[in-house]
């Protein structure tokens, strides 16, 4: 058993590495959480379930970012069904669709296209999931809606376990990438208000150790997103673009982006904080010389 084989006993278990794989197995039929970043990650995981004698009968991707389903295509090939939520599964079926999105909707410059954010294999057929109760392969499942890193990202409960994909994400890549990836800051917020309240005894994220107490790794991260929010909003004292909030905000935090990749995945957290202030009637948005400034409001 690797050293990164974690059993939470009760038939769950977690596969901690670059991103982590979770297994629920009783009665030798399994689920795979996630499938990692690539074939050799997913294939890990694979071999895990054979050493407990189950059988993986389904793989459920809780949110459409190559990191975690990078491996889904190879275990598609061995005719394991997969489950995602609708439209987080049409990354893993159209992989292209990412770093497509970080580039605006234009062809993704090469820069995108590592396998951190273009997966290697695609999945030809996804089974869409909704939030609620759910028996995949005689388990006794609950999904947890948690958008905001990821517009319908979904949490699976099992017993007293909540795999919660990247709800939270640890204090070390809080400490290295201050700036951390969402689409949705209000939505975000929400769902990590309401982690505080879930009934469950271990948190599996989809980055990181598993954690018995949730509370602070929400709070660290909900005051992360605050922060980002009020460096955006502390930007507009004038009018500007919002590459120039991006490097207000990243000057705040001491950032410098290495490559363009860590640029794009920035820029979209400073397009969910703009997104979010003009919710709040904090900022508005406008068109002067072909610039589309942002200014407060
Ligand atoms: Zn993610």
Same mark, same amino acid.
């Given at each position: 058993?690797?050293?990164?084989?974690?059993?939470?006993?009760?038939?769950?278990?977690?596969?901690?590495?670059?991103?982590?794989?979770?297994?629920?197995?009783?009665?030798?039929?399994?689920?795979?959480?996630?499938?990692?970043?690539?074939?050799?990650?997913?294939?890990?995981?694979?071999?895990?379930?054979?050493?407990?004698?189950?059988?993986?009968?389904?793989?459920?991707?809780?949110?459409?970012?190559?990191?975690?389903?990078?491996?889904?295509?190879?275990?598609?090939?061995?005719?394991?069904?997969?489950?995602?939520?609708?439209?987080?599964?049409?990354?893993?079926?159209?992989?292209?669709?990412?770093?497509?999105?970080?580039?605006?909707?234009?062809?993704?410059?090469?820069?995108?296209?590592?396998?951190? *954010? %273009? #997966?290697?294999?695609?999945?030809?057929?996804?089974?869409? $999931?909704?939030?609620?109760?759910? =028996? /995949?392969? @005689? &388990?006794?499942?609950?999904?947890?809606?948690?958008?905001?890193?990821?517009?319908?990202?979904?949490?699976?409960?099992?017993?007293?376990?909540?795999?919660?994909?990247?709800?939270?994400?640890?204090?070390? *890549? %809080? #400490?290295?990438?201050?700036?951390?990836?969402?689409?949705? $800051?209000?939505?975000?917020?929400? =769902? /990590?208000? @309401? &982690?505080?309240?879930?009934?469950?005894?271990?948190?599996?994220?989809?980055?990181?150790?598993?954690?018995?107490?949730?509370?602070?790794?929400?709070?660290?991260?909900?005051?992360?997103?605050?922060?980002?929010?009020?460096?955006?909003?502390?930007?507009?004292?004038?009018?500007?673009?919002?590459?120039?909030?991006?490097?207000?905000?990243?000057?705040?935090?001491?950032?410098?982006?290495?490559?363009?990749?860590?640029?794009?995945?920035?820029?979209?957290?400073?397009?969910?904080?703009?997104?979010?202030?003009?919710?709040?009637?904090?900022?508005?948005?406008?068109?002067?010389?072909?610039?589309?400034?942002?200014?407060?409001?």
């Amino acid at each position: 058993m690797s050293a990164n084989w974690l059993d939470f006993g009760t038939g769950a278990y977690a596969l901690l590495g670059g991103s982590n794989i979770g297994v629920i197995a009783r009665e030798g039929r399994a689920i795979m959480i996630d499938a990692g970043l690539d074939r050799s990650t997913a294939k890990k995981a694979w071999r895990q379930i054979e050493t407990l004698g189950a059988r993986l009968e389904a793989l459920v991707i809780t949110h459409g970012h190559a990191d975690h389903f990078g491996g889904a295509g190879w275990i598609a090939e061995r005719g394991i069904p997969i489950y995602a939520p609708a439209l987080e599964g049409v990354f893993a079926m159209h992989p292209l669709l990412e770093p497509l999105f970080l580039y605006g909707g234009a062809a993704p410059i090469r820069e995108l296209q590592g396998k951190f *954010t %273009l #997966a290697q294999d695609s999945v030809p057929h996804i089974k869409a $999931l909704t939030p609620g109760a759910l =028996t /995949l392969a @005689g &388990l006794a499942l609950n999904l947890i809606p948690l958008p905001g890193h990821a517009p319908a990202q979904l949490g699976v409960a099992y017993g007293d376990v909540l795999y919660c994909g990247d709800v939270v994400f640890p204090e070390e *890549t %809080l #400490a290295r990438h201050p700036i951390l990836f969402c689409t949705d $800051l209000d939505a975000w917020l929400e =769902t /990590l208000d @309401g &982690l505080l309240v879930l009934p469950y005894a271990r948190f599996v994220p989809g980055h990181g150790e598993s954690v018995t107490e949730i509370a602070p790794l929400a709070k660290a991260n909900a005051a992360r997103l605050q922060e980002i929010r009020d460096q955006a909003w502390a930007a507009l004292a004038d009018p500007c673009e919002s590459g120039a909030v991006l490097r207000a905000v990243a000057a705040h935090f001491d950032v410098t982006f290495a490559a363009p990749q860590f640029y794009l995945l920035a820029l979209t957290t400073i397009h969910a904080a703009l997104t979010s202030l003009q919710r709040a009637g904090a900022a508005a948005v406008e068109m002067a010389e072909n610039r589309m400034l942002w200014r407060r409001s």
